[in-house]
Structure formats: C-alpha cells, structure tokens
C-alpha cells in the first residue's frame, strides 16, 4: 500500500524543539518533492517548508524565520522536519505530502495542496506558553 505517515508530534512549551518524520511506505520518495503543511481548525492548510527530489533545496514558509530544516535521509524514505524555538501560534496539525507530478523533475515548484497527490494523516503538534 502506498501511503506517508507522519510521527514526531507531541505537546512542547514555548521554545523547545520537536523533530517531524514524514515516511513513505510502497514506494520511494526520492525523486519527488517532498512538502511539510501545516493546518488550524477553521483556516486553510498552509506550506510550511518544501524539499527538493535531490535533497539540494529547501525552501520555507516565510513565517519559518530560519527556525526549522527539512531534510531527507539516506535511506530515500523519509523526511524530516525539526522545528526550533517553536512558539504557541506553531501549534497546528502537520502533514507531510508528495508532489507526485510528472515533468517537474522533483522540485518544489509550488505551496499549492491540490498539486501533492499524496498526503498522510498528519500529526498534532501543540505549544504551550
């Protein structure tokens, strides 16, 4: 079966750390982009940060700051996200999703959630004050 499944959530206070794993099973996630959104009850899923097939590039949601870093192992799949000096306004449910694509050539070539095919269950992450 194909399919993400995030872990790594938990509750955290103001300033600690959390480190996301986002893991394919049924298939390798290398050659695709690899995305971290986030969601709060009542508001729109956003990006939170994006990594490239090759692992090369990153990029990050704007209100990231340089807080977080999305990598991928060696092992082609799994990514992670760890999150630095989280604050309460990070808590959310976080998914991970595949940009499934053709003709992109793995890259993070949008925040659009209809463009990732795949998606996990996501996982809660809360930061208390």
């Known amino acids: 079966q194909v399919q993400l499944v995030e872990s790594g959530g938990g509750l955290v206070q103001a300033g600690g750390s959390l480190r996301l794993s986002c893991t394919a099973s049924?298939?390798?996630?290398?050659?695709?982009?690899v995305g971290w959104f986030r969601q709060v009850s009542g508001k729109e899923r956003e990006g939170v940060a994006c990594?490239?097939?090759?692992?090369?590039?990153?990029f990050y949601g704007d209100f990231v700051k340089g807080r977080f870093t999305i990598s991928r192992d060696s092992t082609r799949t799994t990514v992670y996200l760890q999150m630095n000096s989280l604050r309460p306004d990070d808590t959310a449910v976080y998914y991970c999703?595949?940009?499934?694509?053709?003709?992109?050539?793995?890259?993070?070539?949008?925040?659009?959630?209809?463009?990732?095919?795949?998606w996990g269950q996501g996982t809660q992450v809360t930061v208390s004050s």
């Open positions: 999703a595949s940009d499934l694509r053709a003709g992109y050539g793995g890259l993070c070539s949008t925040w659009e959630v209809t463009d990732y095919g795949l």
């Open positions: 049924g298939f390798t996630l290398e050659p695709y982009a």
């Open positions: 990594i490239s097939g090759s692992g090369a590039n990153g």
